[in-house]
C-alpha cells in the first residue's frame, strides 16, 4: 500500500463545475496535510495546508479532512480552465520533521 | 527574493558520467530538500538538511548518489556514475522551520536524461 494515495485522472470538469479530488493516507498518526498544484512542465506550488478534522476554505479552494477514515479532498469551486493541472497531496508522517510524503497527483481538465 | 535557484535546468549525459545538480536555497530557510520525480513514482524525497546538516538520507536510492551542503546558501547533488534510469525531474524545494503555512518552495527543477 502506498502510504498517500490518488486518483491519477484525469479528471474532466466543465468550466463552473465543482472539481473534487480526493487523497488516502496510510500513517495514522500524521498530523499535516497539504495541496499543491503542478502545471506542466512546472514546479509545484503550495495552494493550502490544513491540520484539524473539518472544512478550511480559501477562495475557491476548500480543504477537507476526516482523520479518522484518514482521507483529505480538495474542492475546487467554479472551476475555470487556468486550474487544468496536476493536484499533488502531500502528507506529514508522524514525527515528520517537516518533510512530506507526496502522492503521484491527480490531473485535473477543467473543459470549455 | 529570487526564490530557489537550480541549475542546470537540463542536463543530458552519457551512462557512466558524473553529474552534479545545484541548488541555492532562500536565505533564512532552515530545511533543503531534493526530490526525485517520475510519471511512474511521482515526487521521491531522496535527503534533506536542516541547518546544513543531513537529517534523512533514507530515499538516497544507493552509493551513486551523494549530497553535501557545505553552507546555508548552497547544496549539491552527485551522481557518479550515472545510468538510464537516472532520468528524472530533480527538484530542490527549501522551508523556514514551521513549513505550514508558507510550505515548500520549490525550485525550477533539473531535467535529467542519461543516454
Known amino acids: ?112 | 527574493d529570487a526564490g530557489v535557484i537550480q541549475s542546470p535546468r537540463h542536463e543530458v549525459t552519457e551512462m557512466g558520467q558524473e553529474v552534479t545538480l545545484r541548488c541555492k536555497p532562500i536565505s533564512g530557510h532552515d530545511y533543503l530538500f531534493w526530490y526525485r520525480q517520475t510519471m511512474m513514482r511521482g515526487l521521491e524525497l531522496l535527503i534533506y538538511f536542516n541547518n546544513n546538516v543531513p537529517i534523512d538520507d533514507s530515499g538516497m536510492p544507493e552509493d551513486r548518489f551523494s549530497a553535501k551542503m557545505p553552507n546555508a546558501s548552497f547544496s549539491t547533488l552527485k551522481i557518479q556514475p550515472s545510468e538510464p534510469r537516472d532520468s528524472a525531474v530533480y527538484f530542490c524545494a527549501s522551508s523556514p522551520y514551521h513549513q505550514g503555512v508558507y510550505g515548500y518552495t520549490f525550485g525550477s527543477g533539473t531535467r535529467l536524461t542519461v543516454v
Do not use: H
Open chain 1, 1 to 112: 500500500q502506498k502510504e498517500v494515495e490518488q486518483n491519477s485522472g484525469p479528471l474532466s470538469v466543465p468550466e463552473g463545475a465543482i472539481a473534487s479530488l480526493n487523497c488516502t493516507y496510510s500513517d495514522r498518526g500524521s498530523q499535516s496535510f497539504f495541496w499543491y498544484r503542478q502545471y506542466s512542465g512546472k514546479s509545484p506550488e503550495l495552494i493550502m495546508f490544513i491540520y484539524s478534522n473539518g472544512d478550511k476554505e480559501d477562495g475557491r479552494f476548500t480543504a477537507q479532512l476526516n482523520k479518522a477514515s484518514q482521507y483529505v479532498s480538495l474542492l475546487i469551486r467554479d472551476s475555470q480552465p487556468s486550474d487544468s493541472a496536476t493536484y499533488l497531496c502531500a502528507v506529514e508522517p508522524t514525527g515528520g520533521g517537516n518533510k512530506l510524503t507526496f502522492g503521484t497527483g491527480t490531473q485535473l481538465k477543467v473543459e470549455l
